[in-house]
């Protein structure tokens, strides 16, 4: 996907992304803050492809507090453009790495414990079974339940 293909702070469905209140001291200035805040938005919505997403996010620190709220659409989202052949299992994993624990993204509430364990399995899959159609459908339909 390209930047700008859908206007700022909504994803491809016209939905508002959540944006958390408050600013990380570190990043008192509002425009780090805000292009922080870009940076993730970039990340989950793959208005960047994963590795762009990841040089963008190493100009901030790993810690934070929460500024952006990972939701199962998210991850849909990442599965159904792996459907599509739009990115590589290489690219979901990666894409999994990089939201995997961090400080500044928080978790979709009452769903914590399913977009931990997504998360995980996409991170890892050398360990956990290889991303294929089928297991991104399994997964994609155990996040709309």
């Known amino acids: ?25 570190a990043d008192a200035d509002s425009g780090a803050h805000d292009q922080r805040v870009d ?23 790993w810690d934070s507090e929460e500024l952006v709220t990972l939701t199962r659409n998210h991850l849909v989202r990442v599965l159904d453009q792996y459907l599509d052949e739009r990115l590589s299992a290489a690219a979901v994993e990666l894409w999994a790495e990089l939201v995997e624990g ?9 769903y914590e414990d399913l977009l931990k364990e997504t998360i995980f399995q996409l991170a890892t899959l050398v360990i956990n079974t290889e991303l294929s159609p089928s297991k991104a459908q399994e997964l994609r339909l155990r996040l709309m339940l």
Not at 6 to 19: F, M, N, S, V, W
Not at 45 to 60: D, G, M, N, T, V
Not at 102 to 110: C, F, M, N, P
Request: charged share 30%.
């Open 1 to 25: 996907m390209f930047r700008g293909l859908y206007p700022d702070h909504l994803d491809q469905t016209g939905a508002k992304i959540e944006r958390m209140n408050g600013e990380n001291e």
């Open 39 to 61: 940076a993730l938005e970039d990340l989950l919505l793959l208005r960047l492809s994963p590795i762009e997403a990841q040089q963008r996010l190493r100009a901030f620190a």
């Open 102 to 110: 961090r400080d500044d993204i928080a978790l979709e509430s009452g």
